[in-house]
Antibody
């Protein structure tokens, strides 16, 4: 079964750090570009970051650029999101999601994000 | 304020056809494909339509998508109670170098 399982969420104070993980199974992880998408309470979806299969291409939303770092370990079938200098507005459910085809990151944009994890909750509050 | 614009709400009765619009610009929908996601209450999003009008395996053919210029559209025919959910459009934006989502449309089945 194709599956993504996020972990690492929790309560953190403003200015603090957190590292999210996403464990992939059931597919050839190192062939797919991966994404982080978040959803603040009662709000819509917001794309956070994308990384190509071999980590050569990385993109960030302006709202997290310079504070968040996406990475992956293909040997461990895992995706990560290091979050530093956290703010109250970073409070959200964070989802990892797979691009829809095992092709280049530019080509895979056309196929959407076809597999999503269940999400992990990050709360930034004093 | 989302880069892609969707109506906040839509509604219909069982069996009806409903459409949801998604308005963008030349840097996103105008030059890239539109994808649609369905999010049932309390669950993760699910890919509903990709590449403007293609359905992933398992998505009923009641769901269809289209694109014209800088706008996309999702149509749901034969509306069912289980279609009550939030629907989001998304596209790559060449200027922002990232994925942009619409604000979401809450569909109510009356």
């Amino acid at each position: 079964e194709v599956q993504l399982v996020e972990s690492g969420g929790g309560l953190v104070k403003p200015g603090g750090s957190l590292r999210l993980s996403c464990a992939a199974s059931g597919f050839t992880f190192d062939s797919y570009s991966m994404n982080w998408v978040r959803q603040a309470p009662g709000r819509g979806l917001e794309w956070v970051s994308s990384i190509s299969s071999g980590s050569s291409y990385i993109y960030y939303a302006d709202s997290v650029k310079g504070r968040f770092t996406i990475s992956r370990d293909n040997a461990m079938n895992s995706l990560y999101l290091q979050m530093n200098s956290l703010r109250a507005e970073d409070t959200a459910v964070y989802y990892c999601a797979r691009d829809g085809r095992p092709v280049s990151i530019a080509a895979s944009r056309a196929y959407g994000m076809d597999v999503w994890g269940q999400g992990t909750t990050v709360t930034v509050s004093s | 304020q989302s880069v892609l614009t969707q109506p906040p709400s839509a509604s219909g009765t069982p069996g009806q056809r409903v459409t949801i619009s998604c308005s963008g610009s030349s840097s996103n929908i105008g030059s890239n494909t539109v994808n649609w996601y369905q999010q049932l209450p309390g669950t993760a999003p699910k890919l509903l339509i990709y590449s403007n009008n293609r359905r992933p395996s398992g998505v009923p053919d009641r769901f269809s998508g289209s694109k014209s210029g800088t706008s996309g559209s999702l149509a749901i025919s034969g509306l069912q109670s289980e279609d009550e959910a939030d629907y989001y459009c998304a596209a790559w934006d060449d200027s922002l170098n990232g994925v942009v989502f619409g604000g979401g449309t809450k569909l109510t089945v009356l």
